[in-house]
């Protein structure tokens, strides 16, 4: 079992960056993939990015590519979301979620269906 816990949310100005962490705790973190989700208010949610349990490949949704970038430090226990050129359409909870995709592929990362264990989420706001 991991427990996943999400910090570095906040308001942000359009344009600007925010970087979020996501601490894992109990079964050691290199064990799955990672990933991050997100959830607007009255939206589905929505796959940001995710990273193999080595860091050797990295996955991002459409539309966040080219503008978050994923990361991982197993020593630390610790995923990572470089976010930039933030827009006002990025608010949300952001999630950071843990699991084992069966195979390496974008259908398979970006899927909510493999990650079976999911942090309580961080806010972040982006004002226009």
């Known amino acids: 079992q991991v427990q996943l816990v999400e910090s570095g949310g906040g308001l942000v100005q359009a344009g600007g960056s925010l970087s979020l962490s996501c601490a894992a705790s109990?079964?050691?973190?290199?064990?799955?993939?990672m990933a991050w989700f997100r959830q607007a208010p009255g939206k589905e949610r929505e796959f940001v990015a995710a990273?193999?349990?080595?860091?050797?490949?990295?996955y991002n949704g459409i539309s966040t590519k080219g503008r978050f970038t994923v990361s991982r430090d197993n020593s630390k226990n610790t995923l990572y979301l470089q976010m930039n050129s933030l827009k006002p359409e990025d608010t949300a909870v952001y999630y950071c979620?843990?699991?084992?995709?069966?195979?390496?592929?974008?259908?398979?990362?970006?899927?909510?269906?493999?990650?079976?264990?999911w942090g309580q989420g961080t806010e972040v706001t982006v004002s226009s």
């Open positions: 109990g079964r050691t973190m290199s064990s799955y993939a």
């Open positions: 990273i193999t349990w080595e860091g050797a490949a990295t």
């Open positions: 979620t843990a699991g084992n995709p069966p195979v390496r592929s974008p259908e398979a990362y970006s899927s909510a269906w493999h990650y079976h264990y």
